[in-house]
């Protein structure tokens, strides 16, 4: 089974602090993405990479940046972090292009920003 | 452009009632359809999938059927328990562009005792 596993379920930083969330996956995915979730506004896509190094914006990049150095790694990084960016973060990892599989997802890191 | 349209929740019912969760879709192409299900401090898992018209996709006694004329893949069960309480999430995706994937706000679903 693939895992995709988040490095804190709980997080609690304060403002103006720079936060890294951390996203690993076992099955050598090359598409990984990041979102968060809010009541009512469902998933929004922040950013995705689609291979090491390489990324792309989703609808809501502004406050976020990411990095990914290793395949199996993606990190979703708050530069300077705002009472706004508390929510629910969710990873998922995906293979290439063209197969109709599912993305899996990590469990999920709920961010509280203090 | 592509998006998912769900019904709005929450959904109460009682044990063992029918469940429907109605999904509407738009694509530029030909999609897959997926349904995910988020329990209580959770992340999603994959419930179900359908990748081509006509598919019926099911597990766990949900089921759902890829209806192209009318773009929908509503999700359907016969009988539910207390323990299908969850947030349930319809997605598309066209399988290019990154894989990425659309999804649909959500349906928050209490089963009642």
């Known amino acids: 089974d693939v895992k995709v596993t988040q490095s804190s379920r709980y997080l609690v930083k304060r403002t103006g602090e720079k936060v890294f969330l951390e996203c690993v996956q076992d099955?050598?995915?090359?598409?990984m993405f990041w979102y968060r979730q809010d009541p009512g506004l469902g998933l929004r896509l922040i950013y995705f990479?689609?291979?090491?190094?390489?990324?792309e914006k989703g609808d809501i990049p502004e406050g976020y940046s990411v990095s990914r150095e290793k395949k199996e790694r993606f990190s979703l990084i708050l530069e300077s972090a705002s009472t706004n960016q508390t929510s629910m973060y969710l990873c998922a990892s995906i293979p290439g292009q063209g197969t109709n599989q599912p993305q899996h997802f990590g469990d999920g890191t709920r961010l509280s920003i203090l | 452009g592509n998006s998912v349209t769900q019904m709005e929740g929450p959904v109460t019912l009682s044990e063992e009632a029918f469940l429907t969760i109605n999904c509407t879709y738009t694509a530029t192409g030909y999609p897959s359809l997926f349904w995910y299900v988020q329990y209580p401090g959770e992340g999603l898992q994959l419930l179900l999938k359908a990748t081509k018209a006509d598919d019926k996709g099911s597990n766990k006694g949900f089921e759902a059927t890829y209806r192209k004329e009318t773009t929908s893949f509503h999700l359907e069960k016969g009988s539910v328990q207390v323990s299908d309480s969850a947030v349930y999430f319809c997605a598309l995706t066209l399988g290019y562009n990154f894989n990425k994937f659309y999804f649909g706000s959500g349906t928050k679903l209490n089963v009642k005792p």
């Open positions: 099955m050598d995915h090359e598409n």
């Open positions: 990479s689609y291979d090491v190094k390489m990324k």
